[in-house]
């Protein structure tokens, strides 16, 4: 089984749906992350959870709520989005979130397209 | 503050030629760690390497080598015999004492053609 699994892998909404992401790491890792890939942009880091604790958040908007149950799942809740919003989203896991150097190990995202 | 630049957008190569991906980043830090991901296709980012601040020595693994010089801030990262199956964005990354988590450049679009 590979380390980060992202569910679904293609998602389409509308503006007014609600939908979830789901991602689970295998590795045993304390942090797990959100990043959301647009075309012809940096990754932007959008949460960071380090043992079921949100301990970042990069001025998301609140149409994005993130949710950590457990040290191994992740799930990005999503409602009322934008076309804008459409982009990849990936799941990524480190063994701790503080510490230079930490190397982060990615699922392979979510493509969700807002209609 | 930190940032990573990758200039080139998009490189198309044929089969068996070398290609450089460049990669140049600011920071105020002393000790940072510089990355390089591979992110195929299927859409995973890939870790390739990771290298820090207080190493300068080149690597080479295999067709991949990296070029880390302090001196014009850039880790360039070449492809040696390129392949189709290395077609894929590649992405240079930094993280440093002040910020934790990385900092990642546009990607570069490699396009290996038969």
């Known amino acids: 089984e590979t380390g980060v699994t992202q569910t679904p892998r293609h998602l389409v909404m509308g503006m007014t749906n609600k939908k979830s992401l789901k991602c689970e790491q295998h590795?045993?890792?304390?942090?797990m992350y959100w990043y959301k890939q647009s075309a012809k942009k940096p990754l932007e880091l959008m949460f960071v959870y380090s043992l079921e604790e949100r301990v970042e958040n990069n001025s998301v908007p609140s149409r994005f709520s993130p949710e950590c149950p457990n040290s191994s799942h992740l799930f990005l809740h999503l409602h009322t989005l934008q076309p804008e919003d459409s982009a990849l989203y990936l799941c990524?896991?480190?063994?701790?979130?503080?510490?230079?150097?930490?190397?982060?190990?990615f699922g392979q995202g979510t493509r969700l397209t807002v209609v | 503050a930190q940032k990573v630049t990758q200039a080139q957008t998009e490189i198309s190569v044929v089969e068996k030629e070398d290609v450089t991906l460049d990669c140049v980043y600011e920071t105020r830090d002393t000790t940072y760690y510089l990355f390089w991901y591979k992110q195929p296709p299927s859409g995973e980012l890939v870790f390739l390497i990771r290298?820090?601040?207080?190493?300068?020595q080149n690597e080479i693994s295999g067709r991949y080598s990296w070029n880390f010089q302090k001196s014009t801030s850039s880790f360039n990262f070449t492809i040696t015999a390129s392949q189709v199956v290395d077609s894929a964005v590649y992405f240079c990354?930094?993280?440093?004492?002040?910020?934790?988590?990385?900092?990642f450049g546009t990607g570069t679009r490699l396009q290996v053609f038969p």
């Open positions: 290298r820090n601040s207080f190493d300068e």
């Open positions: 990524a896991s480190s063994q701790d979130w503080k510490g230079a150097g930490t190397e982060a190990f």
């Open positions: 990354a930094l993280s440093d004492d002040n910020t934790d988590k990385l900092i």
């Open positions: 590795l045993g890792h304390n942090a």
